[in-house]
T-cell receptor
Framework: AQKVTQAQTEISVVEKEDVTLDCVYE???????LFWYKQPPSGELVFLIR??????QNEISGRYSWNFQKSTSSFNFTITASQVVDSAVYFC????????????FGGGTRLMVKP | DAGVIQSPRHEVTEMGQEVTLRCKPI?????LFWYRQTMMRGLELLIY????????DSGMPEDRFSAKMPNASFSTLKIQPSEPRDSAVYFC????????????FGQGTRLTVV
């Protein structure tokens, strides 16, 4: 069975602060894939990143960075110098190699960035 | 490409009525997924197809729900009869080819059953 836990249900920061969204996962698969999606107030789900279990290199894309640590089964997401437009619900998701393309989502973290 | 297209965007129906949600996946994608999002249960996978064939429907809540994919460019999710507890946002998503590629989501259909 697969499970994704996002312990932070809601985070509030002031613009320009850095913020880290936590994601912890469980899977029995030896090969798996981790994802982050953003759901802005408009409601659509926007793909942000995909990472496979063999690649533990951290990734940076502009103000976004991701820290994958297999030893702690975590795939955390950091936004540097947050902006009001970053306000959204962020979902971490997992797809195991034996689960086809099925995504198991965490419960999401609502990020509110105040001006 | 226009992305995954869902219709309608909003649907309000009375309990007991039949509801049909529609989805057009991204051209060339061979996986199609139906998800449901509620406050209580978050994002749940209902069913997914590969090459138009249903692969896993274990997430379909009950027999009132059915999904079809008659061709590579169209899928429907039907609820008959609808109940108030079916009120949710239903998302369709598609992905391409090799396993575990990212799925691209439609804008969702917000269903309200009164």
């Amino acid at each position: 069975a697969q499970k994704v836990t996002q312990a932070q249900t809601e985070i509030s920061v002031v613009e320009k602060e850095d913020v880290t969204l936590d994601c912890v996962y469980e899977t029995r698969d030896t090969t798996y894939y981790l994802f982050w999606y953003k759901q802005p107030p408009s409601g659509e789900l926007v793909f942000l990143i995909r990472r496979n279990s063999f690649d533990e290199q951290n990734e940076i894309s502009g103000r976004y960075s991701w820290n994958f640590q297999k030893s702690t089964s975590s795939f955390n997401f950091t936004i540097t110098a947050s902006q009001v437009v970053d306000s959204a619900v962020y979902f971490c998701a997992l797809s195991g190699n034996n689960a086809g393309n099925m995504l198991t989502f965490g419960g999401g973290t609502r990020l509110m960035v105040k001006p | 490409d226009a992305g995954v297209i869902q219709s309608p965007r909003h649907e309000v129906t009375e309990m007991g009525q039949e509801v049909t949600l529609r989805c057009k996946p991204i051209s060339g994608h061979d996986y199609l997924f139906w998800y449901r999002q509620t406050m209580m249960r978050g994002l749940e996978l209902l069913i997914y197809f590969n090459n138009n064939v249903p692969i896993d429907d274990s997430g379909m809540p009950e027999d009132r729900f059915s999904a079809k994919m008659p061709n590579a460019s169209f899928s429907t999710l039907k609820i008959q009869p609808s109940e108030p507890r079916d009120s949710a946002v239903y998302f369709c998503a598609s992905s391409q080819g090799r396993p575990n590629t990212e799925a691209f989501f439609g804008q969702g259909t917000r269903l309200t059953v009164v």
